[in-house]
């Protein structure tokens, strides 16, 4: 059975500090891709625009299933090569990087890359789901059973992201491929939506009777009316019969940073506008510049005017200076705050081997330890029985504070002398 897409694009730059976009989506008839720049000063929005660009010859072509992602795993690994030759090109984007979700429409399949933790969500039948996986480090908590997917929507460094595309050649996507059913309704959305919009809330609006473009415009409006720090997108796309009519739109979409850098005209070259791409980074353009002020038209003849008299150049470099001194300020205070948090966190583990009560959490942020050791026991790991030994040795036991932790040590030391009696009297424990 063929099947076509029927979508909507949205972007808003949302109500934290960012001056500047720097997400990137792309909704068109076979291809779906959604990037979240990072690297403030070092360029996220060039980021995500330059792997959307990447991508967007993928579009209006047809695949077989299999070619199809071997083509997108190309794509994405082209793109990622492209963010290593721009950094190398100019020093002051070094650092920059982007998750990435990406469909590309074969037949009745959708090939399918992600990294990093934006998202996917599916409807079929009225059940909503995630498709992707976070990788970030309060996915890596879950997968080890630490916290709890309640406890994950408001944990303090659910931003913390484990893989995105960098420029480095190990990172790889994850890849596989979906069947899409006529009825289905896709979900690509950044952090800007699920970090400040609960999960059952995303579900009611998505799961609603709606166009793809009123159910863009529902979720973007409810993660502004949940104050969103950071810049927020979303591609809804209804999987409609080959045989239906999709409906408006027919051209695809461009928005946030990719329409703000023309990277359908980069794909394209220097010619006019002739793909559905280039059309449509055309068209978002023209509804979405200002227009200009009169003092614009001065244009670029009054920069050496600016130049000669010096004292507003000189002002503008103190003020870039002034916000640089600023954010990197936020960023240290940022990072105070996270490391004091995990420090309110114990688990036990082993060392030596002894049961110990280690302050932090089992994990490393780089060079950087977040846990330590507080108090080591007098029980040897080797004397607890084995259901104990494995819950020690996989670190699951965590406490809010030093003394609950204290206590399931204590618990643990009586278990382990009710196991000796029971070896005394020739039983097994």
């Known amino acids: 059975m063929s099947i076509s897409l029927r979508y909507a694009a949205r972007s808003d730059i949302g109500l934290g500090s960012k001056n500047r976009n720097e997400d990137s989506a792309y909704a068109g008839p076979d291809l779906l891709v959604l990037a979240d720049g990072m690297g403030g000063h070092a360029a996220g929005d060039m980021a995500s625009s330059t792997v959307v660009g990447e991508l967007l010859s993928l579009d209006g072509e047809s695949y ?19 963010l290593r030759a721009e950094m190398d090109a100019d020093p002051e984007m070094e650092g920059m990087g982007t998750t990435l979700i990406a469909f590309l429409r074969s037949g009745n399949m959708l090939a399918l890359a992600n990294i990093g933790d934006s998202r996917a969500y599916l409807v079929r039948d009225g059940v909503f789901t995630q498709v992707t996986k976070d990788h970030s480090f309060v996915q890596t908590l879950l997968d080890e059973g630490r916290i709890t997917p309640e406890e994950a929507e408001h944990h303090p460094q659910r931003s913390l992201v484990t893989r995105v595309l960098t420029g480095r050649e190990d990172d790889e996507p994850d890849l596989s491929l979906r069947e899409a059913k006529p009825g289905d309704r896709l979900l690509l959305c950044c952090d800007g939506l699920s970090d400040y919009v609960a999960h059952s809330t995303i579900e009611q609006i998505v799961t609603a009777e709606g166009t793809p473009g009123e159910i863009a415009d529902a979720l973007i409006a409810i993660a502004l009316k949940a104050a969103t720090r950071d810049n927020v997108t979303v591609i809804v796309a209804d999987v409609m019969d080959g045989d239906e009519d999709a409906g408006d739109p027919t051209s695809p979409q461009i928005v946030g940073a990719a329409a703000a850098h023309d990277v359908s005209h980069d794909a394209a070259g220097d010619h006019a ?12 353009r023209a509804a979405n510049s200002p227009a200009p002020a009169e003092d614009d038209e001065l244009g670029e003849d009054a920069a050496p005017l600016l130049a000669e008299e010096g004292g507003p150049r000189r002002f503008t470099w103190l003020k870039r200076g002034l916000i640089v ?19 309110r966190q114990y688990y036990l583990a082993e060392h030596n081997g002894k049961v110990t009560v280690y302050q932090g959490i089992s994990q490393n942020l780089g060079p950087i330890r977040l846990h330590s050791v507080n108090t080591v026991s007098d029980i040897w790991v080797a004397d607890l029985p084995s259901y104990d030994r494995n819950k020690v040795a996989s670190k699951s036991m965590t406490a809010g504070d030093r003394d609950a932790a204290i206590g399931i040590v204590e618990n643990l030391r009586a278990d382990m002398v009710a196991c000796q009696a029971q070896i005394a009297d020739g039983s097994s424990c």
């Open 325 to 343: 001194v600023l954010v990197l300020a936020v960023l240290a205070v940022v990072g105070i705050f996270g490391y004091a948090a995990t420090q």
């Open 64 to 82: 077989g299933t299999d070619e199809a992602l071997r083509r997108l795993a190309t794509a994405v690994h082209n793109a990622n090569s492209r």
């Open 273 to 284: 506008p002739s793909s559905p791409a280039a059309k449509a980074a055309a068209l978002s």
